[in-house]
């Protein structure tokens, strides 16, 4: 690793470089050994700068329209003054690894805007919808300046509360006119969320949309609130028209100056390092066991007697932790 590799990306990003804030995010994601040591390098650089945007997360069903939503409020943003960045996870192929990464075609209008930056990325198939190292480049775009950071995620699937970890806010969207709306999203994600906004409410749909909000203040009626200061709302907007944008963004205001005023904020963000810091071990214990010497030569023998019911799974997961990391 060499010291002006490091100045220049930490430089950079501080100077608020688009280029070498896009640069400072694939190094991040690589995953060679000295691409990583680097990066962990420059992230603890970046971290003291880091911390005072409004971190949002949005997830909702397929065709939610979520991109359209996205870029509806981050357009309103700017108007805003605002500096916003969209951290957009596409879903990876299973075969090649690969992704479409199309959200910079999906959302052309913010992408031209002068104070926005978007970057899709793959989720690598990592539960939860958001990619391994969403975490750190909300760290880079926090100090490159960027006063909101939202994270889209691939959308709501069994482990999408992952995002719920790492942001400030966390918005689901959900539309009327879809069949049962109430079956259309998990349970687990309905009691993390900070709002629930149904979209598409214009034309023929606003009755719809409205019934559908009725429907879902009660069900969340049903459910303990994640905080006693705060019951999520239920409000209806139209991304193509772009009305009750400014109302929702209001939402995002209010959670977040109640929150602040309590000291949730600050206690949220720090369980939310910890649980970070956790799985970043956990993820670490992993790539170690698989590049143990010993487990690549017993690991297809056990494999096998597992296979053949010689050996129970309990018995060689023991024999696997058990092996010296030599």
């Known amino acids: ?42 992230i603890n650089r970046l971290i003291p700068l880091s911390g005072n945007a409004v971190r949002l997360g949005i997830t909702g069903v397929p065709g939610v329209g979520k991109s359209t939503f996205i870029e509806s409020l981050g357009v309103h943003l700017l108007e805003k003054g605002k500096h916003v960045a969209v951290l957009a996870v596409d879903p990876s192929s299973t075969r090649s690894g690969g992704s479409i990464l199309a959200d910079k075609t999906r959302m052309e209008k913010l992408s031209l805007g002068k104070n926005a930056f978007i970057r899709p ?33 691939v959308g709501v699937g069994q482990s999408e509360t992952t995002v719920d970890s790492m942001v400030d806010f966390f918005l689901v969207l959900m539309i009327a006119g879809a069949g049962d709306q109430l079956q259309g999203i998990k349970k687990g994600v309905l009691e993390i969320a900070d709002a629930i906004i149904i979209n598409k409410a214009d034309g023929d749909n606003i009755n719809k949309a409205n019934m559908a909000k009725r429907e879902y203040k009660n069900a969340l009626h049903l459910l303990r609130p ?61 790539d170690r066991f698989y590049k143990n010497i010993k487990a690549k030569q017993i690991l297809p023998q056990i494999i096998k007697k597992v296979e053949k019911g010689l050996l129970s799974p309990t018995m060689a997961a023991d024999k696997l932790l058990l092996l010296d990391n030599t």
Not at 7 to 36: C, D, F, M, W
Not at 125 to 150: H, N, P, Q, S, Y
Not at 238 to 245: K, L, N, P, Y
């Open 226 to 286: 994640a905080s006693p200061i705060w019951s999520p709302p239920v409000l209806t907007c139209s991304a193509i028209d772009m009305t009750g944008i400014e109302k929702i963004w209001n939402c995002v205001l209010e959670h977040r100056e109640k929150f602040t005023e309590t000291g949730e904020l600050e206690l949220k963000r720090t369980e939310q390092a910890v649980s970070w810091m956790w799985s970043l071990l956990e993820e670490g214990l992993k």
């Open 121 to 153: 990325s793959p989720s690598g198939g990592t539960l939860g919808g958001v990619a391994k190292k969403t975490r750190e480049a909300m760290i880079v775009c926090e100090a490159a300046g960027f006063d909101v950071i939202i994270v889209e995620t």
């Open 1 to 42: 690793m060499i010291q002006e590799d490091v100045n220049y990306y930490t430089e950079g990003v501080i100077r608020q470089n688009r280029r070498i804030v896009a640069k400072t995010i694939t190094l991040i994601e690589s995953s060679l050994p000295s691409h990583r040591e680097l990066a962990q390098t420059i």
